[in-house]
Protein backbone atom coordinates (compact mmCIF):
# COMPACT_ATOMS: atom_id res chain seq x y z
CA UNK A 1 0.00 0.00 0.00
CA UNK A 2 1.16 3.19 -1.00
CA UNK A 3 0.85 6.39 0.50
CA UNK A 4 2.89 9.15 -1.25
CA UNK A 5 1.03 10.69 -4.50
CA UNK A 6 3.84 10.26 -6.04
CA UNK A 7 4.01 5.96 -5.90
CA UNK A 8 -0.08 6.17 -5.88
CA UNK A 9 -1.57 3.73 -8.16
CA UNK A 10 -4.44 6.46 -8.46
CA UNK A 11 -2.84 9.62 -8.96
CA UNK A 12 1.03 8.47 -9.65
CA UNK A 13 0.58 8.68 -12.98
CA UNK A 14 0.52 12.05 -12.98
CA UNK A 15 2.51 13.40 -10.20
CA UNK A 16 5.74 11.18 -11.32
CA UNK A 17 7.68 10.05 -14.59
CA UNK A 18 8.79 6.38 -14.35
CA UNK A 19 12.05 7.24 -15.94
CA UNK A 20 12.85 9.99 -12.96
CA UNK A 21 10.82 7.53 -10.64
CA UNK A 22 13.08 4.30 -11.52
CA UNK A 23 16.18 6.61 -10.66
CA UNK A 24 15.51 7.74 -7.47
CA UNK A 25 14.07 4.43 -6.30
CA UNK A 26 15.44 2.31 -3.75
CA UNK A 27 16.86 -0.45 -5.76
CA UNK A 28 18.34 1.92 -8.09
CA UNK A 29 19.89 4.23 -4.82
CA UNK A 30 21.57 1.19 -3.03
CA UNK A 31 23.08 -0.24 -6.56
CA UNK A 32 24.72 3.15 -6.84
CA UNK A 33 25.89 3.39 -3.59
CA UNK A 34 27.40 -0.13 -4.47
CA UNK A 35 28.95 1.03 -7.76
CA UNK A 36 30.89 3.85 -5.24
CA UNK A 37 32.25 0.94 -3.38
CA UNK A 38 33.13 -1.11 -5.95
CA UNK A 39 35.27 1.80 -8.35
CA UNK A 40 36.61 2.82 -4.78
CA UNK A 41 37.88 -1.32 -4.24
CA UNK A 42 39.08 -1.41 -7.44
CA UNK A 43 41.42 1.44 -7.68
CA UNK A 44 42.70 0.85 -3.99
CA UNK A 45 43.56 -2.55 -5.48
CA UNK A 46 45.31 -1.06 -8.65
CA UNK A 47 47.41 1.12 -5.82
CA UNK A 48 47.73 -1.37 -3.71
CA UNK A 49 46.15 -0.53 -0.84
CA UNK A 50 43.68 -3.70 -1.02
CA UNK A 51 44.33 -7.09 -2.23
CA UNK A 52 43.52 -7.54 -5.95
CA UNK A 53 41.40 -10.55 -4.61
CA UNK A 54 38.93 -8.37 -2.21
CA UNK A 55 38.47 -6.03 -5.06
CA UNK A 56 37.13 -8.59 -7.08
CA UNK A 57 35.21 -10.05 -4.54
CA UNK A 58 33.56 -6.52 -3.69
CA UNK A 59 33.01 -5.86 -7.36
CA UNK A 60 31.19 -9.50 -7.22
CA UNK A 61 29.00 -8.81 -4.35
CA UNK A 62 28.11 -4.83 -5.73
CA UNK A 63 25.02 -6.03 -6.95
CA UNK A 64 21.21 -4.92 -5.65
CA UNK A 65 19.61 -8.27 -6.39
CA UNK A 66 21.55 -9.79 -3.81
CA UNK A 67 20.48 -7.88 -1.04
CA UNK A 68 16.82 -7.61 0.71
CA UNK A 69 16.03 -4.11 0.96
CA UNK A 70 13.55 -4.15 3.56
CA UNK A 71 15.59 -6.46 6.13
CA UNK A 72 18.50 -3.63 5.40
CA UNK A 73 15.67 -1.16 6.41
CA UNK A 74 15.05 -2.41 9.25
CA UNK A 75 18.77 -3.11 10.42
CA UNK A 76 19.16 0.80 9.24
CA UNK A 77 16.16 1.34 12.31
CA UNK A 78 17.86 -0.74 14.74
CA UNK A 79 21.50 0.50 14.49
CA UNK A 80 20.56 4.07 13.72
CA UNK A 81 22.89 3.97 10.42
CA UNK A 82 21.71 4.02 7.21
CA UNK A 83 24.76 2.35 5.49
CA UNK A 84 26.05 -0.36 8.15
CA UNK A 85 23.39 -2.56 7.20
CA UNK A 86 24.67 -2.72 3.45
CA UNK A 87 28.37 -2.96 4.58
CA UNK A 88 27.50 -6.03 6.70
CA UNK A 89 25.89 -7.54 4.20
CA UNK A 90 28.48 -7.09 1.71
CA UNK A 91 31.14 -8.17 3.98
CA UNK A 92 29.29 -11.36 4.64
CA UNK A 93 28.35 -12.14 0.81
CA UNK A 94 32.47 -12.04 0.14
CA UNK A 95 34.04 -15.32 0.27
CA UNK A 96 37.64 -15.85 1.81
CA UNK A 97 37.41 -13.50 3.95
CA UNK A 98 38.27 -10.69 1.33
CA UNK A 99 34.97 -8.68 2.88
CA UNK A 100 37.00 -6.93 5.56
CA UNK A 101 38.09 -4.77 2.85
CA UNK A 102 34.67 -3.34 2.12
CA UNK A 103 34.32 0.38 2.48
CA UNK A 104 38.04 0.77 3.60
CA UNK A 105 39.24 4.43 4.22
CA UNK A 106 35.96 6.01 3.47
CA UNK A 107 32.95 7.53 5.23
CA UNK A 108 29.34 7.20 4.62
CA UNK A 109 28.66 10.12 3.39
CA UNK A 110 31.22 9.75 0.90
CA UNK A 111 29.09 7.02 -0.31
CA UNK A 112 25.93 8.56 -0.24
CA UNK A 113 27.03 11.89 -2.05
CA UNK A 114 29.09 10.35 -4.79
CA UNK A 115 26.03 7.97 -5.33
CA UNK A 116 23.29 10.99 -5.13
CA UNK A 117 25.46 12.61 -7.63
CA UNK A 118 25.32 8.96 -9.77
CA UNK A 119 22.00 9.33 -9.85
CA UNK A 120 21.66 13.25 -10.41
CA UNK A 121 24.01 12.85 -13.08
CA UNK A 122 21.50 10.16 -14.96
CA UNK A 123 18.79 12.50 -14.11
CA UNK A 124 20.31 15.44 -15.76
CA UNK A 125 20.54 13.35 -19.28
CA UNK A 126 16.59 13.34 -19.37
CA UNK A 127 16.03 16.63 -17.89
CA UNK A 128 18.28 18.11 -20.64
CA UNK A 129 16.35 15.91 -23.61
CA UNK A 130 13.12 16.81 -22.68
CA UNK A 131 13.45 20.50 -22.64
CA UNK A 132 15.23 20.50 -25.80
CA UNK A 133 12.19 18.66 -26.77
CA UNK A 134 10.05 21.08 -25.61
CA UNK A 135 12.00 24.01 -27.54
CA UNK A 136 11.84 22.07 -30.59
CA UNK A 137 8.08 22.06 -30.35
CA UNK A 138 7.54 25.96 -29.49
CA UNK A 139 10.20 26.53 -31.78
CA UNK A 140 7.53 25.15 -34.54
CA UNK A 141 4.84 26.99 -33.26
CA UNK A 142 6.60 30.32 -32.79
CA UNK A 143 7.43 29.77 -36.99
CA UNK A 144 4.06 28.82 -37.93
CA UNK A 145 2.38 31.59 -36.29
CA UNK A 146 5.20 34.07 -36.77
CA UNK A 147 3.12 36.81 -38.47
CA UNK A 148 -0.21 35.89 -36.34
CA UNK A 149 -1.63 38.92 -34.92
CA UNK A 150 -2.97 38.92 -31.34
CA UNK A 151 -3.53 41.19 -28.43
CA UNK A 152 -0.69 41.91 -25.92
CA UNK A 153 -2.01 42.08 -22.61
CA UNK A 154 -0.21 43.91 -19.10
CA UNK A 155 -1.54 44.11 -16.15
CA UNK A 156 -4.20 41.57 -16.98
CA UNK A 157 -5.52 44.37 -19.70
CA UNK A 158 -5.30 44.65 -23.18
CA UNK A 159 -2.20 47.12 -24.18
CA UNK A 160 -1.14 46.73 -27.88
CA UNK A 161 -0.83 44.32 -30.84
CA UNK A 162 1.97 41.83 -31.26
CA UNK A 163 2.28 38.57 -32.66
CA UNK A 164 1.62 34.63 -30.93
CA UNK A 165 4.58 33.44 -32.81
CA UNK A 166 6.83 36.41 -30.57
CA UNK A 167 5.00 35.53 -27.02
CA UNK A 168 6.33 31.72 -27.78
CA UNK A 169 9.36 32.88 -29.04
CA UNK A 170 9.96 34.80 -24.93
CA UNK A 171 9.52 31.37 -24.01
CA UNK A 172 12.23 29.59 -25.92
CA UNK A 173 14.57 32.41 -25.20
CA UNK A 174 13.90 31.65 -21.37
CA UNK A 175 14.15 28.00 -22.07
CA UNK A 176 17.69 28.83 -23.95
CA UNK A 177 19.38 30.73 -21.04
CA UNK A 178 18.10 27.76 -18.77
CA UNK A 179 20.05 25.14 -21.47
CA UNK A 180 22.62 27.58 -21.14
CA UNK A 181 22.71 26.89 -17.22
CA UNK A 182 22.99 23.39 -17.13
CA UNK A 183 25.94 23.29 -19.77
CA UNK A 184 27.83 25.84 -16.90
CA UNK A 185 27.06 23.82 -14.18
CA UNK A 186 27.30 20.74 -15.31
CA UNK A 187 31.42 20.87 -14.29
CA UNK A 188 30.89 22.43 -11.12
CA UNK A 189 27.61 19.61 -9.86
CA UNK A 190 29.15 16.71 -11.18
CA UNK A 191 31.68 16.14 -8.72
CA UNK A 192 31.96 13.62 -6.22
CA UNK A 193 33.51 13.23 -2.76
CA UNK A 194 35.39 10.50 -1.05
CA UNK A 195 37.49 12.74 1.80
CA UNK A 196 36.73 10.32 4.41
CA UNK A 197 35.70 10.99 8.21
CA UNK A 198 35.80 15.01 8.81
CA UNK A 199 37.12 15.65 4.80
CA UNK A 200 40.70 15.60 5.20
CA UNK A 201 41.81 12.41 3.86
CA UNK A 202 43.91 11.76 6.60
CA UNK A 203 42.90 7.51 6.11
CA UNK A 204 44.41 7.52 3.06
CA UNK A 205 47.85 9.00 3.89
CA UNK A 206 49.66 10.97 0.90
CA UNK A 207 47.79 8.81 -1.51
CA UNK A 208 44.39 10.44 -0.37
CA UNK A 209 44.41 13.31 -3.24
CA UNK A 210 45.34 10.67 -6.06
CA UNK A 211 43.02 7.53 -4.76
CA UNK A 212 39.94 9.75 -5.04
CA UNK A 213 40.60 11.17 -8.46
CA UNK A 214 41.22 7.87 -10.06
CA UNK A 215 37.84 6.19 -8.33
CA UNK A 216 35.97 9.58 -8.89
CA UNK A 217 37.31 9.30 -12.24
CA UNK A 218 36.51 5.63 -12.84
CA UNK A 219 32.83 6.63 -12.12
CA UNK A 220 32.64 9.53 -14.22
CA UNK A 221 32.98 12.06 -12.21
CA UNK A 222 35.20 15.21 -11.27
CA UNK A 223 37.48 15.37 -8.06
CA UNK A 224 36.48 18.23 -5.81
CA UNK A 225 39.32 20.30 -4.19
CA UNK A 226 38.42 20.10 -0.55
CA UNK A 227 35.16 18.05 1.09
CA UNK A 228 31.97 19.32 0.33
CA UNK A 229 30.01 17.13 3.05
CA UNK A 230 29.00 20.50 4.48
CA UNK A 231 28.65 22.14 1.83
CA UNK A 232 25.65 21.69 -0.23
CA UNK A 233 26.00 24.15 -2.53
CA UNK A 234 26.44 21.88 -5.71
CA UNK A 235 22.86 19.78 -4.15
CA UNK A 236 21.71 23.48 -4.40
CA UNK A 237 22.39 24.49 -8.43
CA UNK A 238 21.06 21.08 -9.36
CA UNK A 239 17.72 21.82 -7.61
CA UNK A 240 17.84 25.53 -8.25
CA UNK A 241 18.15 25.08 -11.94
CA UNK A 242 15.08 22.30 -11.98
CA UNK A 243 13.29 24.86 -9.80
CA UNK A 244 14.02 27.83 -13.09
CA UNK A 245 12.83 25.29 -15.66
CA UNK A 246 9.47 24.28 -13.47
CA UNK A 247 9.18 28.06 -12.83
CA UNK A 248 8.99 28.95 -16.55
CA UNK A 249 7.22 25.87 -17.65
CA UNK A 250 4.65 26.96 -14.73
CA UNK A 251 4.62 30.11 -16.33
CA UNK A 252 3.87 28.69 -19.78
CA UNK A 253 1.41 26.74 -18.48
CA UNK A 254 -0.49 29.14 -16.70
CA UNK A 255 -0.19 31.30 -19.86
CA UNK A 256 -2.01 28.99 -22.06
CA UNK A 257 -4.85 28.60 -19.07
CA UNK A 258 -5.73 32.56 -18.96
CA UNK A 259 -5.72 31.76 -22.82
CA UNK A 260 -8.22 28.93 -22.59
CA UNK A 261 -10.40 30.88 -20.74
CA UNK A 262 -13.87 31.43 -22.64
CA UNK A 263 -13.98 34.86 -22.62
CA UNK A 264 -10.09 34.84 -24.53
CA UNK A 265 -10.15 31.61 -26.40
CA UNK A 266 -7.57 32.10 -28.30
CA UNK A 267 -5.34 29.23 -27.43
CA UNK A 268 -7.04 25.65 -26.25
CA UNK A 269 -4.98 22.57 -25.00
CA UNK A 270 -5.50 19.50 -27.06
CA UNK A 271 -8.40 16.96 -26.45
CA UNK A 272 -7.48 13.37 -26.61
CA UNK A 273 -10.20 10.48 -27.68
CA UNK A 274 -12.03 9.91 -24.62
CA UNK A 275 -10.92 13.05 -22.11
CA UNK A 276 -13.58 14.34 -20.20
CA UNK A 277 -13.75 17.71 -19.02
CA UNK A 278 -16.42 17.62 -16.27
CA UNK A 279 -18.46 14.98 -14.87
CA UNK A 280 -21.66 16.91 -14.21
CA UNK A 281 -21.12 19.71 -17.79
CA UNK A 282 -20.41 17.68 -20.83
CA UNK A 283 -19.60 20.86 -22.65
CA UNK A 284 -16.56 21.52 -20.59
CA UNK A 285 -13.21 21.61 -22.22
CA UNK A 286 -11.05 21.87 -18.93
CA UNK A 287 -7.16 22.39 -19.39
CA UNK A 288 -5.99 19.33 -17.33
CA UNK A 289 -2.91 18.91 -18.78
CA UNK A 290 -1.76 22.76 -17.89
CA UNK A 291 -3.58 22.84 -14.32
CA UNK A 292 -1.48 19.51 -13.43
CA UNK A 293 1.78 21.55 -14.42
CA UNK A 294 1.29 24.50 -12.75
CA UNK A 295 0.41 22.44 -9.67
CA UNK A 296 3.90 20.88 -10.08
CA UNK A 297 5.72 23.87 -10.61
CA UNK A 298 4.60 24.89 -6.97
CA UNK A 299 5.76 21.69 -5.57
CA UNK A 300 8.96 21.75 -6.99
CA UNK A 301 9.36 25.02 -5.56
CA UNK A 302 8.38 23.83 -1.86
CA UNK A 303 11.02 20.90 -2.40
CA UNK A 304 13.24 24.24 -3.27
CA UNK A 305 12.26 25.46 0.58
CA UNK A 306 13.58 22.16 2.09
CA UNK A 307 16.39 22.00 0.61
CA UNK A 308 17.50 25.68 1.02
CA UNK A 309 17.29 24.48 5.59
CA UNK A 310 19.30 21.26 4.55
CA UNK A 311 22.06 23.17 3.21
CA UNK A 312 22.20 25.10 6.88
CA UNK A 313 25.11 22.55 7.66
CA UNK A 314 27.01 22.33 11.08
CA UNK A 315 31.00 21.80 11.43
CA UNK A 316 32.37 19.12 8.93
CA UNK A 317 28.84 17.00 8.77
CA UNK A 318 25.41 17.26 10.47
CA UNK A 319 22.57 14.86 9.88
CA UNK A 320 20.03 17.22 11.32
CA UNK A 321 19.90 18.73 8.15
CA UNK A 322 21.36 16.36 5.92
CA UNK A 323 18.52 14.11 6.07
CA UNK A 324 15.87 16.94 4.83
CA UNK A 325 18.20 16.02 1.78
CA UNK A 326 17.31 12.60 1.30
CA UNK A 327 13.29 13.24 1.50
CA UNK A 328 13.48 16.72 -0.65
CA UNK A 329 15.67 16.33 -3.18
CA UNK A 330 14.22 13.32 -4.76
CA UNK A 331 10.76 14.56 -4.63
CA UNK A 332 12.13 17.63 -6.18
CA UNK A 333 13.38 15.18 -9.30
CA UNK A 334 10.61 13.54 -9.52
CA UNK A 335 7.78 16.40 -9.54
CA UNK A 336 10.53 17.61 -11.98
CA UNK A 337 9.89 15.20 -14.52
CA UNK A 338 6.59 14.50 -14.25
CA UNK A 339 6.44 17.86 -15.01
CA UNK A 340 8.72 18.16 -18.01
CA UNK A 341 7.25 15.09 -19.24
CA UNK A 342 3.94 16.27 -19.37
CA UNK A 343 4.52 19.42 -20.96
CA UNK A 344 6.62 17.41 -23.70
CA UNK A 345 3.35 15.35 -24.46
CA UNK A 346 1.25 18.30 -23.87
CA UNK A 347 2.96 20.14 -26.99
CA UNK A 348 3.60 17.11 -29.08
CA UNK A 349 -0.01 16.26 -29.32
CA UNK A 350 -0.55 19.92 -30.07
CA UNK A 351 -2.22 23.03 -29.08
CA UNK A 352 -5.45 24.62 -30.34
CA UNK A 353 -4.83 28.10 -32.08
CA UNK A 354 -7.46 29.78 -32.76
CA UNK A 355 -6.32 32.83 -35.22
CA UNK A 356 -9.79 33.79 -35.69
CA UNK A 357 -10.27 34.51 -32.22
CA UNK A 358 -7.02 35.73 -32.06
CA UNK A 359 -8.30 38.57 -34.55
CA UNK A 360 -11.43 39.21 -33.32
CA UNK A 361 -9.68 39.92 -29.78
CA UNK A 362 -7.35 43.05 -31.43
CA UNK A 363 -11.16 44.68 -32.16
CA UNK A 364 -12.39 44.17 -28.48
CA UNK A 365 -11.71 47.78 -27.77
CA UNK A 366 -13.10 49.25 -30.99
CA UNK A 367 -9.35 50.56 -32.15
CA UNK A 368 -8.14 52.13 -28.56
CA UNK A 369 -5.72 49.07 -28.54
CA UNK A 370 -3.85 51.63 -31.30
CA UNK A 371 -3.56 54.88 -28.47
CA UNK A 372 -0.15 54.48 -28.54
CA UNK A 373 0.36 54.45 -32.65
CA UNK A 374 -1.98 57.50 -33.03
CA UNK A 375 -0.33 59.89 -30.09
CA UNK A 376 2.84 58.65 -31.74
CA UNK A 377 1.60 59.64 -35.40
CA UNK A 378 0.53 63.52 -33.36
CA UNK A 379 3.57 63.86 -31.33
CA UNK A 380 5.75 65.47 -34.26
CA UNK A 381 3.35 67.92 -34.91
CA UNK A 382 1.54 68.59 -31.43
CA UNK A 383 4.37 67.13 -28.86
CA UNK A 384 4.37 63.65 -27.12
CA UNK A 385 2.95 64.86 -23.76
CA UNK A 386 0.01 67.17 -25.55
CA UNK A 387 -0.62 64.65 -27.79
CA UNK A 388 -0.58 62.08 -24.90
CA UNK A 389 -3.37 64.09 -23.18
CA UNK A 390 -5.39 64.58 -26.28
CA UNK A 391 -5.48 61.02 -26.87
CA UNK A 392 -5.84 59.76 -23.67
CA UNK A 393 -9.27 62.58 -23.73
CA UNK A 394 -10.71 60.85 -27.03
CA UNK A 395 -10.10 57.51 -25.43
CA UNK A 396 -11.83 58.66 -22.06
CA UNK A 397 -14.86 59.68 -24.31
CA UNK A 398 -14.97 56.51 -26.77
CA UNK A 399 -15.03 54.06 -23.15
CA UNK A 400 -17.66 56.93 -22.05
CA UNK A 401 -19.92 56.91 -25.08
CA UNK A 402 -19.27 53.72 -26.16
CA UNK A 403 -18.41 54.50 -29.24
CA UNK A 404 -15.57 53.67 -31.74
CA UNK A 405 -12.42 55.33 -30.81
CA UNK A 406 -12.20 56.14 -34.51
CA UNK A 407 -15.40 58.58 -34.48
CA UNK A 408 -14.07 59.73 -30.96
CA UNK A 409 -10.31 61.16 -32.45
CA UNK A 410 -12.27 62.69 -35.45
CA UNK A 411 -14.83 64.72 -32.80
CA UNK A 412 -12.47 65.51 -30.58
CA UNK A 413 -12.79 69.04 -30.80
CA UNK A 414 -8.31 69.59 -30.93
CA UNK A 415 -7.82 66.90 -33.32
CA UNK A 416 -10.38 67.88 -35.97
CA UNK A 417 -8.27 68.76 -39.22
CA UNK A 418 -5.16 66.02 -38.06
CA UNK A 419 -6.43 62.97 -39.74
CA UNK A 420 -8.17 62.09 -43.30
CA UNK A 421 -10.48 59.02 -42.22
CA UNK A 422 -8.71 57.09 -44.63
CA UNK A 423 -5.07 57.83 -42.91
CA UNK A 424 -6.80 57.37 -39.36
CA UNK A 425 -7.89 53.66 -41.17
CA UNK A 426 -4.63 52.75 -41.65
CA UNK A 427 -2.91 53.83 -38.39
CA UNK A 428 -5.89 51.93 -36.54
CA UNK A 429 -4.82 48.64 -38.35
CA UNK A 430 -4.06 46.22 -35.18
CA UNK A 431 -2.41 44.20 -37.75
CA UNK A 432 0.30 46.23 -39.30
CA UNK A 433 1.83 47.60 -35.61
CA UNK A 434 3.36 44.66 -33.81
CA UNK A 435 6.66 46.03 -34.35
CA UNK A 436 9.68 44.16 -35.01
CA UNK A 437 8.05 41.18 -32.97
CA UNK A 438 8.61 38.62 -36.50
CA UNK A 439 12.06 39.45 -37.12
CA UNK A 440 12.72 38.58 -32.85
CA UNK A 441 11.29 34.88 -33.95
CA UNK A 442 14.11 35.01 -36.63
CA UNK A 443 16.62 35.62 -34.05
CA UNK A 444 15.33 33.45 -31.48
CA UNK A 445 15.18 30.80 -34.21
CA UNK A 446 18.42 31.14 -35.83
CA UNK A 447 20.46 31.75 -32.06
CA UNK A 448 22.43 28.09 -31.95
CA UNK A 449 21.32 25.64 -29.47
CA UNK A 450 22.72 25.70 -26.33
CA UNK A 451 25.61 23.27 -25.21
CA UNK A 452 25.77 22.07 -28.92
CA UNK A 453 28.18 22.93 -31.69
CA UNK A 454 26.69 26.34 -33.76
CA UNK A 455 25.74 24.13 -36.46
CA UNK A 456 22.89 22.61 -34.56
CA UNK A 457 19.93 24.37 -34.24
CA UNK A 458 16.31 24.55 -35.53
CA UNK A 459 16.46 25.67 -39.44
CA UNK A 460 14.24 28.63 -39.45
CA UNK A 461 11.55 29.12 -42.04
CA UNK A 462 11.93 31.64 -44.20
CA UNK A 463 10.30 34.96 -43.16
CA UNK A 464 7.42 35.75 -44.99
CA UNK A 465 7.50 39.48 -45.57
CA UNK A 466 6.07 41.72 -42.64
CA UNK A 467 3.85 44.80 -43.19
CA UNK A 468 5.51 48.28 -42.59
CA UNK A 469 5.58 48.51 -38.72
CA UNK A 470 6.34 52.06 -37.94
CA UNK A 471 5.34 54.26 -40.86
CA UNK A 472 3.04 56.52 -39.37
CA UNK A 473 0.42 57.42 -42.38
CA UNK A 474 -0.79 61.21 -41.38
CA UNK A 475 -2.30 63.05 -44.46
CA UNK A 476 -4.16 65.50 -43.64
CA UNK A 477 -2.14 67.29 -40.81
Known sequence: MSSHITESRIHGGAYSSP??????????????????????AATQAEMGIIPHEAAREIARVANVE??????LGRQSLATGHILVPLIRAMEQSCTGGWGEYVHYGVTTQDILDTGLVLQIQEAWGLVLGRLRSIRHHLLVLALRYQHTPMVARTHGQQALPTTFGYKVAVWIDEIDRHLQRFDEAQGRVMVGNLTGAVGTLASFGAQGFELQRRTLARLGLGAPLTSWHSARDRVLEAAGLLLQVSVTLGRVANEIYHLQRSEIDEVR???????VGSSTMPHKQNPST??????????VRAQMVALTDAAFQLHERDGTTWRIEWAALPELF????????????????????????MRSNLDLLGGLILSERVMLALADRLGKQTAHELVHEAALAARRDDIPFRDALLGHERLRGCFTPQALEALLDPTTYTGLAADMVDLVARSPLPGSSSDERERPISNQGSPNQSQCVMEGM
Open 19 to 40: EFATIFSDTHQVQQWLEVERAL
Open 66 to 71: LYDLEA
Open 290 to 299: VDLISALSRL
Open 269 to 275: EGSRPGQ
Open 334 to 357: IYSGALLTRMQGLLAAGLEVREAR
